[in-house]
């Protein structure tokens, strides 16, 4: 009970300071309207059995209440929560257990009824309360309630019959063995297949787990752990760089300028070499037309296959630059996600002051940071912050977790389960190069000649990773 406020009750009407007789005396001298007046103040009853009491009975009822400490107005002054706890508190051992009887009857019966995305919503409604509560629990909150909860849960167990001592095992021996069926579901899921290129990360993009029961899986560990899964895309470097040289010998100044325009979308679109002739070329052109160039000549049959693969794209006119554009450059999957809003409740923030932490704030994902060693890729804008130009890092689950799924246009947002593998020095390195290609492009210095010999020195320093500055490029001009 908010003690200022019974407080300034008995300011308002005189009662302040003064004894139980003093207090009769003020309020015999008052008209029943009055006395009507002062007890609903208080929240003292006036009537008995829908009959208005008399004033003496008034001023009585009026005392007693004001010995007990004014209950009703306590009461009345109480949160729903605080309400609910103060009846507990009264309840008798059988009392108690009844009610959680009928508690977890009437929960059963509701959770019986719910549909799939009912239960969803309560259960993320669930965790948010409960986060929110043990968020704010000091230490020995926290310890007083896992003590009372290891209590509560030995006395239901104290009182259990065989019957029900069996019945709740073979619940949770069922109930396990579905989370250990889910679990090893999604492991399945997760396993690498013939999609899986040699650029995806295992534990990001794939995981082997449960590798024994898929000879596919496990025979992918062996390479992974060999290092022969990489062999792919160095192998394609090399038919670049020999394909390249093989046009300048031949002096074929078309297919050299496609092929040199290809690097550059390429780059331009951030990805390794191999992953990006595998999305130019596709399957289908594979098939028919590229299979029908090699059988045409004997030397091609020979090539490496990424050799003539890059050659057959070279010199012939089946896929145009503009198609590898649109298959190449795609919109950066992290960017596609800047906009996105988000409702996060206020005890995400470190430090954040106890009369926030339950607040929910307005988000929205504003720029992306690749370099993060926490992998807080997201940095997020929150409205209504006295900070305007304050922004904050934020992982992927965290967007996961918190986003506003009730936005407009929320459905064409790519939300993935986890974010796809990338290479942070392979993005700032393709950000260089593109920036090197950018200047090169537009200074009238470097004629055609030039152009395509930058070309080549770009692609064996940066898809072997090589560490060679701006500067370097410019000086080897």
């Avoid at 001023?59 to 309400?83: N, V």
Wanted: aromatic share 8%; hydrophobic share 30%.
């Amino acid at each position: 009970m908010s003690l200022q406020h019974v407080l300034a009750l008995e300011v308002k009407h005189h009662l302040h300071g003064k004894s139980s007789q003093e207090i009769g005396d003020l309020m015999q001298s008052m008209s029943n309207g009055e006395l009507v007046a002062l007890l609903k103040d208080f929240k003292v009853p006036y009537n008995h059995k829908r009959k208005k009491l008399k004033a003496c009975e008034m001023i009585e009822e009026f005392k007693k209440h004001r010995e007990d400490g004014y209950p009703r107005l306590k009461r009345s002054l109480m949160t729903p929560a605080q309400r609910i706890a103060a009846d507990r508190e009264k309840e008798t051992l059988e009392e108690t257990r009844a009610r959680q009887e009928a508690d977890a009857l009437r929960h059963g019966e509701r959770r019986a009824n719910e549909t799939l995305e009912e239960t969803r919503a309560r259960q993320e409604a669930d965790a948010l309360r409960h986060g929110e509560r043990r968020a704010n629990e000091t230490l020995e909150e926290t310890r007083a309630r896992q003590q009372a909860d290891a209590l509560q849960h030995a006395e239901r167990r104290a009182n259990e019959t065989s019957e029900e001592t069996r019945a709740r095992q073979e619940a949770d021996a069922l109930r396990h063995g579905e989370a250990r069926m889910k679990e090893k579901d999604s492991i399945r899921s997760r396993w690498p297949s013939d999609d899986t290129t040699p650029w995806m990360q295992p534990g990001k993009d794939y995981i082997l787990d449960l590798h024994e029961e898929s000879p596919e899986t496990t025979q992918h560990l062996f390479h992974d752990a060999s290092g022969k899964g990489q062999d792919r895309g160095s192998s394609c470097n090399v038919a670049y760089t020999r394909v390249h040289r093989q046009l300048e010998k031949t002096n074929n100044i078309s297919s050299l300028d496609k092929l040199v325009g290809f690097c550059k979308i390429h780059i331009e679109g951030g990805k390794n070499l191999f992953e990006s002739i595998t999305l130019a070329v596709p399957e289908e052109n594979i098939r028919n037309e590229f299979d029908q160039w090699v059988n045409e000549d004997e030397n091609r049959r020979i090539l490496n296959l990424h050799e003539a693969r890059f050659e057959w794209f070279a010199t012939t006119n089946v896929i145009s630059l503009e198609d590898c554009k649109t298959r190449i450059v795609t919109v950066n999957w992290f960017e596609s996600l800047i906009g996105l809003k988000l409702i996060v409740p206020g005890y995400w923030w470190n430090n954040c002051k106890a009369e926030d932490k339950s607040k929910l704030w307005r988000c929205e994902i504003e720029s992306i940071d690749y370099h993060d060693a926490a992998e807080r890729y997201f940095k997020i804008k929150c409205e209504d912050d006295q900070y305007p130009d304050a922004r904050y890092e934020m992982s992927y689950k965290g967007v996961l977790k918190y986003m506003d799924v009730d936005q407009d246009g929320f459905s064409s947002f790519d939300l993935r389960e986890q974010v796809p593998y990338f290479d942070p020095e392979y993005v700032a390195m393709c950000e260089k190069n593109q920036k090197l290609l950018n200047y090169i492009e537009s200074n009238p210095s470097y004629d055609d000649e030039k152009k395509r010999y930058v070309d080549v020195i770009d692609v064996v320093t940066f898809l072997y990773s090589y560490i060679v500055s701006h500067d370097l490029f410019v000086i080897l001009l």
